[in-house]
């Protein structure tokens, strides 16, 4: 186990070096209720349990203790999370931070899980990718050749998927989260598009079979663009 000074602030995992962190990994799906233990602890007997979620391509887990208190990184900066390439791979991970915790803390173990109630969590929505009222925008698998830059789109990369609130742009150099964007996309034929947006998470380099990027949310897409991703299968 690292020691506790290394979890990043960033994406709230365990990971060494900053060419690594995959980035914000906020939830671009519905979290489900996963596993789930019963705990002696000092304060009685508690339930722990793992949420799990798609973040964009990776999968999320997160720990809480039921009905509703999430486990929070050293400092208290945001949640745990662990992840996978799956959704079963990203909760072992979790699963097992939860034994080794106990372990450590000699806390028992029970094997008969008892009901518990579910209280709200924060999901921890992410607005790349959501519509108010509707859920996630679908996501458009697609290459384009784009160019990119905060003030002159001048830097070439090629886009990994659209919807209509946000696209991937596949790149070695991405700019940081948080930075403003100008992107020149080319649609059909040698039609080109002007679009603004902000860089919302980015990826320095390939992780988990993932490409390196950066994921924008662009701003007031036009309806010229709205209309192309609507069109593609």
């Known amino acids: ?26 939830a671009t799906g519905p979290e489900r209720h996963g596993w789930r233990i019963n705990v002696e602890s000092p304060q009685g007997i508690e339930a722990y349990g ?21 486990w929070l990184v ?4 945001g949640t745990l999370k662990f992840i996978g390439r799956t959704p079963s791979e990203a909760e072992s991970k979790a699963i097992e931070f939860i034994r ?8 028992v173990m029970r094997e008969q899980v008892q009901g518990v109630d579910v209280g709200r969590v924060d999901r921890e929505a992410h607005a790349l990718l959501d519509r108010p009222g509707d859920g996630p925008a679908p996501r458009k ?6 160019r990119y830059g905060v003030l002159n ?17 596949i790149t070695d150099d991405p700019l940081t989260t948080g930075s ?15 679009l603004d947006g902000l860089v919302r998470w980015m990826r320095k380099s390939p992780h988990a079979g993932r490409s390196p990027g950066m994921g924008v949310q662009l701003s007031e897409p036009p309806p010229r663009y709205l209309d192309y991703v609507r069109s593609l299968n």
């Open 74 to 77: 050293p400092g208290g900066s």
């Open 180 to 194: 403003d964007v100008r992107l020149m996309l080319q649609i059909e034929g040698c039609e080109s598009l002007l």
């Open 1 to 26: 186990m690292m020691a506790s000074d290394q979890w990043c602030g960033v994406c709230c995992t365990q990971h060494t070096g900053t060419n690594r962190c995959p980035g914000e990994l906020w």
């Open 100 to 107: 080794e915790h106990c372990r450590e803390r000699s806390l």
């Open 141 to 146: 698998v697609r290459f384009l050749n784009v």
């Open 50 to 70: 793992v949420l799990v979620a798609e973040a964009l391509d990776v999968w999320r887990a997160r720990i809480l203790t039921y009905p509703n208190v999430l």
């Open 153 to 169: 789109a001048t830097d070439i990369g090629g886009t990994g998927n659209l919807s209509e609130t946000g696209l991937f742009v």
